[in-house]
């Protein structure tokens, strides 16, 4: 069963494509996709570092490729072999990831900030932190 979107889900229509405005909104995805990209980039500087001829280094980084993108096939074999089933289980994960992400981020912020809290007020009062 493929999924596909609704009436009411279709994706928005960017309002220009202009040249410039397509640019930008290039530039916002590759800025997004930083948080991947910079591990990449340190792995590729580590193997260079370590003074590896050709082949084992490309064998080095096509290792690492497969490793980030093992998840990635795990959850396409398992919604090819699963289907729907697959699909419901992870809207269920999502939804309550949903409910209990903000306030484990919004109580978990709080206890981090009273720590840090105490942590400066020990450290104006006696001269050093809680954990020197």
Request: charge should be positive; hydrophobic fraction near 55%; glycine fraction near 8%.
């Amino acid at each position: 069963m493929p999924l596909t979107l609704q009436k009411s889900e279709q994706a928005r229509q960017p309002q220009s494509l202009h040249p410039f405005h397509t640019f930008l909104l290039g530039a916002v995805v590759m800025v997004n996709e930083l948080t991947t990209a910079l591990p990449y980039f340190v792995a590729i500087g580590q193997i260079t570092s370590a003074g590896l001829s050709g082949l084992p280094a490309v064998g080095i980084l096509a290792l690492y490729n497969l490793i980030f993108a093992l998840p990635l096939f795990a959850f396409l074999g398992l919604f090819m072999v699963y289907g729907p089933r697959f699909a419901a289980q992870t809207e269920r994960i999502s939804a309550a990831i949903a409910v209990w992400a903000p306030r484990i981020i919004k109580y978990g912020a709080l206890l981090v900030g009273a720590f840090l809290t105490l942590d400066a007020a020990f450290f104006f009062l006696r001269g050093d932190a809680l954990f020197t």
